[in-house]
């Protein structure tokens, strides 16, 4: 077997291989015996189909049959033979098959880059320290208890953290081509929390002052200035004036953190206290989260600043596909529903450039891989499988055995597990200074 090297790119390469006729014959004459041996021909009993006439018949397309059956294992044996690491598949031509000749055919494809990652004792992270205080842990179960808050009916007077249900009109001012009504300027039973920031910004201050003092059955005006380049056209840049309605005033009566509440939220057993243990749990691993996430963040950024290279456009266009199948899912998820969405909702342009990045990180973060021989490490696959699963409670083991059994799943997994080992790796040779924080800074609690 021959093969021929050319440059056509950067990392464009074009193979040109050339198998010898005379490896392909003995092969070719085999599968015409077998072809004879059950061929039916007019005039002719199975089997006796004289050898010329099948080879006449049938010669070319079992030559092309032999020839297709020989691309693959030459193709991969020229790669090895050339040391080549293709990225993406490639578009394969023939080039001849005529009998007597060589078969012939060009591969064409990019490689990846070849390249050294640099930088790596350069590399300067800044890594946040911070525990959960009882302070925080506060924090967070008072806004359990605002998110389980039970609203009630009152007659009095509408105050802050209220929340009333109004109807509202919106006009401006009117014009020889307008009577003063715009899209979205009317509204039934809306709900709002006075003063908790719960409206739009261009409502909350002169809605909660409006509202602040009301009562059901009232009628109060509101003044709403909305901002150059606003969304709505008609209302950008004017000022529009608001009839509400206040059809009920409703207070909020917060559940007290007791066994009950525990229960509500399902925990069976333990009430109070292990709804405390769990939450500082959760919030635990939120924290750790958000920390990797943000030195994960600094590394990547680091290295691929100080690693350009040269992008197979191949693995862009992988990438942009699998984006765009994310992006209809979470169409789907959203409202859609079950429809199959055409591809030209998203074109390749709105994920060119993240596709082009994400590929940079994987090429680095890939060399280092290859460069260490790093696998992932078995004992961390599992741990983050527990911490995966530990979200489900009680079904915590149906999911892990759902992941064990799930191939994809577990791949991802070890992805994950491997990219973790990366910047661990990366972190023993940088320079790394370590912040104090807390958990309000870090997570935006």
């Known amino acids: 077997m021959k093969v021929a090297v050319e440059n056509t790119s950067t990392l464009g390469r074009k193979l040109t291989v050339s198998i010898p006729t005379a490896d392909l014959e003995p092969k070719i004459t085999e599968r015409l015996k077998e072809v004879s041996r059950t061929v039916r021909l007019p005039g002719f ?39 080549l690491r293709p990225a993406g598949m490639p578009e394969i031509n023939p080039v001849t098959m005529e009998e007597g000749k060589d078969f012939e055919y060009t591969a064409e494809f990019e490689v990846y880059p070849e390249f050294e990652v640099q930088g790596i004792d350069k590399l300067k992270v800044e890594r946040a320290t911070a525990e959960i205080s009882d302070a925080d842990l506060e924090d967070m179960l008072g806004k359990l208890q605002q998110q389980h808050t039970e609203w009630k009916d009152v007659e009095r007077e509408a105050a802050a953290g209220d929340r009333v249900k109004v109807d509202f009109e919106g006009k401006t001012r009117k014009s020889e ?16 929390v006075i003063g908790k920031g719960s409206m739009p910004d261009e409502f909350e201050e002169s809605f909660t002052e409006a509202l602040i003092g009301a009562k059901a059955g009232d009628e109060v005006k509101a003044k709403v200035k909305f901002p150059k380049g606003y969304r709505t ?67 990547v950024e680091g290295l691929t600043a100080a690693n350009e290279v040269d992008v197979p456009g191949a693995l862009v266009t992988q990438e942009i ?24 909702i998203f074109p390749d342009e709105m994920f060119a450039e993240q596709a082009r990045q994400r590929v940079h ?8 891989i290859r460069a260490n021989d790093l696998t992932a490490d078995e004992a961390k696959v599992e741990e983050a499988l527990d911490a995966m699963v530990a979200q489900y409670g009680e079904q915590g083991d149906a999911f892990k055995q759902y992941y064990r059994s799930n191939q994809q799943a577990m791949a991802g997994i070890e992805s994950s597990v491997l990219e973790d080992q990366v910047v661990e790796l990366v972190l023993s040779k940088a320079k790394v200074t370590d912040k104090a924080s807390t958990f309000a800074e870090l997570t935006g609690a």
């Open 45 to 83: 009993r199975p089997g006796k189909v004289p050898a010329n006439l099948v080879k006449s018949r049938f010669g070319p397309s079992i030559r092309a049959e032999v020839c297709e059956k020989e691309l693959q294992p030459s193709y991969a044996k020229a790669l090895e033979q050339e040391n």
């Open 177 to 192: 081509d307008n009577d003063g009504t715009f899209p979205g300027n009317t509204a039934t039973d809306a709900q709002f």
């Open 233 to 299: 056209e008609e209302v950008a840049n004017k000022t529009a004036t608001y009839t509400i309605t206040v059809k009920a005033v409703e207070e909020g009566v917060e559940p007290a953190i007791d066994d009950e509440f525990a229960t509500k939220l399902g925990i069976e057993e333990g009430g109070a206290d292990k709804l405390r243990e769990e939450l500082k749990g959760n919030m635990e691993r939120e924290l750790d989260a958000t920390i990797k996430a943000k030195v994960k963040e600094q590394v």
């Open 321 to 344: 596909g699998r984006l765009r199948e994310e992006a209809k899912q979470r169409a789907a998820q959203y409202g859609q529903g079950n429809v199959d969405l055409p591809d030209d």
């Open 361 to 368: 990180v994987g090429l680095v973060f890939g060399e280092i």
